[in-house]
């Protein structure tokens, strides 16, 4: 009875959040992407999921991450509802070249936040005599194989900028689409912004949770730490299972049984959503379609 009546508690109130944070750069632009991700739902048709992503950079320091998370850096305060596209989509918070020479990639994977680290690996681009016009851009194109998939992009060299969306960059130019070889997954530039915002960096998270005896508390959440390839392997075995899409949870304990409680908060769209320690339980799971394969 008391954990219904905590769970209840929770459906009335939005979820805030805090966290432990390091501003490790300033950057002068941010470019917007929209990414989508051609997969099928639990009853296999076809379906083409969709989020935003924002991408900063500064002194060779790039961030790409959701944009839900941008706008409320921007804003203030925290829904971790409105980061549900990002747990269904499986879309992480990647600094690269942060630490110097290495990839960090922050993500959230039910019941918890990792945190994974890579070797910063140069893409080979090759060049190509194709153009287009992208979101306002003259673009060229190139092409390269990145982590078992081969991406077709086109850049820009308007913006000296030799970043991308997600780990994908090196180029003389903004990276204004990209797409892989399969056409699964695409990135297209959406809006470039100059403007000066921090870059931040959280060592942990802090959530505000019922406490079982009617009120709340703060809970510190750490990151589990885990190599990148590792990480993938863990992905790849979790959600390429045939069970994934009819049950996201079935790998991990009851969120009642292992923590006492569900947060139910709602996304701008009104949506309810459920999460546990700010991670949000996908209930509506798409095919899993990894970004990289090795």
Known sequence: MKKILVTLMAIALTITAQAERDTISVSKFTAIYRYECKTTDADGQPVTDSMYIAVQTSGGITKSFPYAE???????????????????????????????????????????????????EKQNWTLTNVQDTICGYASLSATAKYHGLTWNVYYTEEVPASIGPWKLGGLPGLITMATDAKGIHTFTLYGFHQEDTPIIFAQYITWIVPDGRGKFAAQRVDYQEMKASKFLAYKKKVLGNSRYVKNPTYYAPDPMKAFGYVENSFNSAGDNVRSVAGVVIVSNPHQYQPLELK
């Open 70 to 120: 941008y706008d409320r850096q921007k804003k203030g305060g925290s829904r971790i509802a409105d980061g549900y596209l990002t747990a269904q989509m499986h879309m992480g918070t990647i600094f690269t070249n942060y630490p110097d020479g290495r990839i960090t990639t922050q993500e959230m994977l039910y019941p918890y936040h990792y945190m994974t680290d890579e070797p910063l």
